[in-house]
């Protein structure tokens, strides 16, 4: 059974970092890649960062590009996202996603930016 | 960016009604290979998004024959015959062959 789960959120200030974590298991995790998916509260879906198999590849739109940084350890199974410079605008839940055509979904970590 | 304009923004459904939702694309979503990649998916309240159809027809795993996909280049359709009362909730289009990513704004599925 695949599972993603995600871990890392809270509440944090303005300006400040932190970083998320997703454990991947039930599938070869270095064969796929990855997404991160965030949700404002009751607002959609907005796309974050996906990586490529190997990690050589990273992809951001513009409202993050900068500030985020999503990394993969094939080794553990595991994937990141590092924020930096959060905005009030990023609280939101941060989903982990397998990237072929968002098959998987984890159960999100809530981020929270606030003074 | 592709701007996704999924309508209507919500429905009102009797148990075993059939519906549709449509999503426009504002530029057509066929990818350098010649495969469309236009996915539907589905938040149950309370719950992460589950994925339903890819690749604008594809069956995802598990995915009721209840529900289907159709359209081509900036058009496409999902229809669901005969709802049922796990059916409800949010249903997002979301396009992947251009960076970045695309999601619409979401359709809410109510029982009526």
């Known amino acids: 059974e695949v599972q993603l789960v995600e871990s890392g959120g809270g509440l944090v200030q303005p300006g400040r970092s932190l970083k998320l974590s997703c454990a991947a298991s039930g599938f070869t995790f270095s064969n796929y890649y990855m997404a991160w998916v965030r949700q404002a509260p009751k607002k959609g879906l907005e796309w974050v960062a996906t990586?490529?198999?190997?990690?050589?590849?990273?992809y951001y739109p513009d409202s993050v590009k900068g500030r985020f940084t999503i990394s993969r350890d094939n080794a553990k199974s595991s994937l990141y996202l590092q924020m930096n410079s959060l905005k009030s605008e990023d609280t939101a839940t941060y989903y982990c996603?397998?990237?072929?055509?968002?098959?998987?979904w984890g159960q999100g970590t809530l981020v929270t930016v606030s003074s | 960016d592709v701007v996704m304009t999924q309508t209507p923004p919500s429905l009102s459904v009797a148990i075993g009604q059939s519906v549709s939702i449509s999503c426009k694309s504002s530029?057509?979503?066929?990818?350098?290979?010649?495969?469309?990649?236009l996915h539907w998916l589905l938040q149950s309240p309370g719950r992460s998004p589950k994925r339903l159809i890819y690749q604008v027809s594809n069956l995802g795993s598990g995915v009721p024959d209840r529900f289907s996909g159709t359209g081509s280049q900036k058009d496409f359709t999902l229809k669901i015959s005969r709802v049922e009362a796990e059916d409800l909730g949010v249903y997002y289009c979301?396009?992947?062959?251009?960076?970045?990513?695309?999601f619409g704004a979401g359709t809410k599925l109510e029982l009526k």
């Open positions: 979301a396009q992947t062959t251009h960076f970045p990513h695309t």
């Open positions: 990586i490529s198999t190997s990690g050589s590849r990273t």
């Open positions: 996603a397998r990237h072929d055509w968002f098959a998987y």
């Open positions: 530029q057509s979503l066929v990818y350098s290979d010649g495969k469309t990649y």
